[in-house]
């Protein structure tokens, strides 16, 4: 369980580090990529549902993600210019808002990913 949550953080931050590339050189608004964002979260709930984990884990491992991006991927993000630095008490509204979105985008996933599997106890 560890080793996937290590391997999302890395891959979301990865990510946003991307999506701030795409976005300081081309001049698309960094916030159009919370489209991206969306479909990732997801995803990831719909691949760790098939993977067979429950749904405690899944959940666990989403909002760990969610807040390493809101955190060390929005800090990329800003070194690289996509996004305006933000003040502590915009980080401290906006942080707990990202992480629940986030996980309940990936609990969504999970629960696409459940349709069809029979119900294991």
Avoid: N
Avoid at 10 to 39: C, H, N, R
Avoid at 101 to 110: D, N
């Amino acid at each position: 369980m560890t080793r996937i949550v290590l391997l999302l953080c890395v891959f979301i931050v990865a990510l946003d580090a991307v999506e701030s590339v795409i976005s300081k050189t081309t001049g698309v608004p960094y916030a159009w990529f919370m489209i991206v964002q969306i479909v990732v979260y997801a995803a990831i709930g719909f691949v760790l549902r098939r993977r067979g984990l429950r749904i405690e884990r899944v959940a666990v491992a989403v909002a760990v993600t969610s807040v390493v991006e809101a955190t060390a991927g929005e800090a990329v993000a800003i070194a690289i210019g996509a996004s305006p630095r933000m003040s502590f008490a915009e980080l401290i509204v906006i942080i707990p808002f990202v992480v629940g979105f986030e996980t309940c985008l990936g609990l969504a996933g999970y629960g696409i990913g459940s349709i069809g599997r029979a119900r294991h106890s």
